[in-house]
């Protein structure tokens, strides 16, 4: 699992991907896909690995793998967002990078305040794969709002 999720089909072919979008405007529904593998991949394959190793039934594993590819994209849309109206003194790091390399993000596509929505959304849905644990799975639960709400 975790193999597949670093190698060609997940992250570094997701980070080419990234590299190869530079200079050229990608829609909304291919910035998903290149995070699913880029960002996404390294999200979901912990999360796949632990329902294995639980042996969960595939009910809880399908949900377990739906709340964390909606917590990957939900984690690059915020991190877009604190790119484009963040600042080095409370990210830790230069904003404006996307921009500067004229790539495509959830901000320039949507704009800042359409990309604040499908943050919810995706935090939402995340919550909602969630629901068939009930109470079980607060600490998955508390991850959603921190990282929609991280400043770094």
Not at 95 to 105: C, F, I, M, R
Not at 112 to 126: F, L, V
């Amino acid at each position: 699992i975790l193999a597949k999720a670093a190698g060609p089909s997940g992250m570094v072919g997701g980070q080419a991907q990234d590299i190869e979008s530079e200079n050229r405007k990608q829609t909304v529904e291919e910035l998903k896909f290149m995070d699913s593998c880029k960002t996404g991949c390294m999200l979901t394959s912990p999360v796949d690995m632990a329902s294995v190793l639980a042996d969960c039934e595939k009910t809880e594993y399908d949900a377990l793998h739906s709340f964390s590819v909606h917590l990957g994209l939900l984690f690059q849309i915020t991190d877009d967002l604190l790119d484009a109206t963040s600042s080095l003194e409370t990210m830790g790091k230069k904003a404006g990078q996307d921009e500067k390399l004229d790539k495509s993000t959830y901000v320039s596509e949507l704009g800042i305040d359409g990309a604040r929505q499908m943050a919810e959304e995706e935090a939402s849905a995340a919550v909602e794969a969630l629901n068939i644990f009930g109470e079980k799975a607060w600490a998955l639960q508390g991850l959603i709002p921190y990282i929609l709400n991280r400043k770094k």
